[in-house]
């Protein structure tokens, strides 16, 4: 084996370096994938709410705040259609109950949107 010039050892820590970055990000990624599997689901329950709480807080941004009876109203007509229940059976299904319950304590719907990241 020749042997390692001073010249040289910059260059494999370097390498060294840069490996453990690489791995480090690796496994950070995987052991995020794995929690969010084992991680307890929301309920159906939970899901309707944080789909409600998204349309209130879009309902808001797009045109003021409004009285309750006609976020009240806009949020029944919202649930009858197959558009809400997909997004809450899909929110079931990917969604973690952290994720869920940050969301529906989100002040706004930037926040709401970076919970489910």
């Known amino acids: ?3 390692v010039t001073e010249s040289a050892e910059p260059a494999r ?11 480090l990000v690796l496994g950070t990624v995987v052991v995020k994938r794995v929690a969010a599997r084992v991680a307890p ?10 789909v409600d709480r998204y ?7 797009r045109e003021g705040p409004r009285r ?11 649930r009858a259609t197959d558009e809400h229940a997909r997004d809450a059976a899909d929110c079931e299904l990917r969604l973690t ?11 706004s719907v930037d926040e709401l949107e970076r919970c489910l990241q």
Do not use: F, N, Y
């Not at 006609?70 to 007509?77: K, M, N, P, T, V």
């Open 68 to 78: 309750p009876e006609e976020i009240a109203s806009a949020l029944e007509r919202a």
């Open 1 to 3: 084996m020749p042997a």
């Open 41 to 50: 689901r929301p309920s159906a329950e939970d899901c309707s709410s944080l």
């Open 55 to 61: 349309l209130e807080h879009t309902l808001w941004q």
């Open 13 to 23: 820590r370097h390498a060294l370096a840069a490996a453990a970055v690489v791995a």
């Open 97 to 107: 109950r952290a994720q869920v319950d940050c969301g529906i304590k989100a002040p």
